[in-house]
């Protein structure tokens, strides 16, 4: 089974607009072409993709473990402080006996974004060697990943809500803690690297392994 | 590897980059990429209408759902509540100006430029007021389409409750229904708009 690629017909898909645009005989694949329906600038492939992803994932890794080790809010009651980091503030929901919210918290905060990371460094890691390549499901998986990425922004909006609502002076207050700045900076890091894989790398690199592998068959 | 295709009758995936001839179709039909099963192009009922619709009424409830108080708190006698804008404002106060910036953005900022956009977009459609500059913004309009989070502040809404439900009075707002009904029509009114059909008018009208 052979399908035709806009690449190897000379033709690049504008990713703003959806249009094929041609490509001039003496520009090469590696040059920024403009799009002659919407103008935008763009490239045939997203250039130096793997990098780019690889460089904001590591990005996001870094700030992922101060995010961690910080208290995320801190609970003021009759002037006592009590800090709470996403962990522990996980438990105090399993403590008193609510699960679904913890799991909610506890997939959004922690498990998302681990997924989010460790996926990302396997694709670009899979693209590069081509090991046990098998794009569709790649191609699902990558999907999902993208579709998940602002969901793990849950954490800040509550303690954001939390800080807005609980301001009753003396008796009760919630105060933000610096893991929030380190944890919004892990989503949006996660969700640039997630925006700068180009899946299409995928199929590509099966192509160029099968076309291999049938020339060393002859 | 030179032959000369022409371009106007071709599709290819944005997932795989598989070419295939551009394919008819009805409203409600979308065309799916055999290799890797990607929707390429929909063609969806009533587009524009139902876009402009939804938008309109998003638009309507803008001003509640930003400035009505979600929720309050009430502990030993004291009461307390707060709408959107107010967490942004109390967030600045209090020197988070990180977290009062991306809350601003992604809850306030972007979602409102997105629903005015697809106003716009739907209404120029609907009332045949083609103009060049629609290229462009059609264009930008896009790049908003992963930063807006009206969803995921919907489930902080009620995260945050269940976590204030145990040791006060919790009361809810009107600022709640007007927030759940505009998430309900911003969401409704960016899913309505059919890109190809914009795209395709666009093209038709002032490319070549």
Request: net charge positive; aromatic share 12%; glycine share 4%.
């Amino acid at each position: 089974m052979s399908i035709n690629t806009a690449k190897e017909n000379n033709l690049a898909l504008c990713p703003e607009c959806h249009k094929l645009n041609h490509l001039l005989a003496e520009v090469t694949s590696k040059k920024k072409i403009q799009c002659v329906r919407c103008h935008a600038f763009f490239y045939q492939r997203k250039p130096h993709s793997l990098q780019y992803t690889l460089a904001w994932n590591t990005a996001a890794l870094i700030a992922f473990i101060p995010a961690n080790l910080y208290p995320i809010m801190i609970i003021y009651s009759l002037g006592i402080g009590d800090p709470a980091t996403i962990l522990s503030g996980i438990g105090q929901f399993i403590d008193q006996g609510l699960y679904p919210i913890a799991a909610i918290i506890f997939t959004a905060s922690i498990i998302v974004p681990l997924i989010k990371i460790i996926g990302l460094y396997l694709l670009v890691y899979r693209v590069h060697t081509g090991v046990r390549l098998r794009p569709i499901k790649h191609t699902k998986f990558y999907h999902a990943l993208e579709f998940l990425g602002p969901w793990s922004m849950l954490d800040v909006f509550v303690v954001a809500l939390l800080v807005a609502v609980v301001q009753l002076g003396f008796v009760t207050s919630v105060a933000a803690g610096p893991a929030i700045n380190y944890f919004t900076l892990t989503v949006i890091f996660t969700m640039i690297a997630a925006n700068s894989f180009d899946p299409r790398l995928l199929w590509d690199k099966k192509q160029t392994i099968e076309s291999f592998k049938e020339e060393n068959d002859k | 590897m030179t032959k000369i295709v022409n371009n106007k009758q071709l599709i290819a995936c944005q997932q795989c980059d598989a070419l295939y001839d551009k394919p008819e179709l009805k409203q409600g039909q979308r065309a799916k990429c055999v290799r890797c099963g990607n929707v390429m192009a929909e063609r969806k009922v009533n587009s524009i209408e139902r876009s402009f619709h939804w938008s309109l009424a998003g638009t309507l409830l803008l001003v509640p759902a930003i400035l009505l108080p979600l929720m309050g708190v009430t502990l030993a006698g004291q009461y307390h509540h707060a709408s959107l804008l107010d967490c942004v404002v109390v967030l600045i106060e209090r020197e988070y100006f990180m977290i009062a910036m991306l809350v601003f953005l992604f809850a306030i900022a972007v979602p409102v430029v997105r629903l005015a956009g697809a106003l716009y977009i739907s209404y120029s459609f609907k009332f045949n007021q083609l103009k060049p500059s629609l290229l462009h913004f059609c264009r930008a309009f896009h790049h908003l389409d992963n930063w807006a989070m009206l969803n995921v502040f919907m489930l902080g809404i009620v995260v945050s409750m269940y976590k204030l439900l145990d040791d006060t009075q919790l009361s809810v707002n009107m600022g709640l229904l007007a927030f759940i009904l505009w998430l309900f029509s911003s969401t409704m009114a960016a899913a309505a708009l059919d890109q190809d059909y914009i795209w395709q008018k666009l093209e038709d009208e002032f490319v070549d």
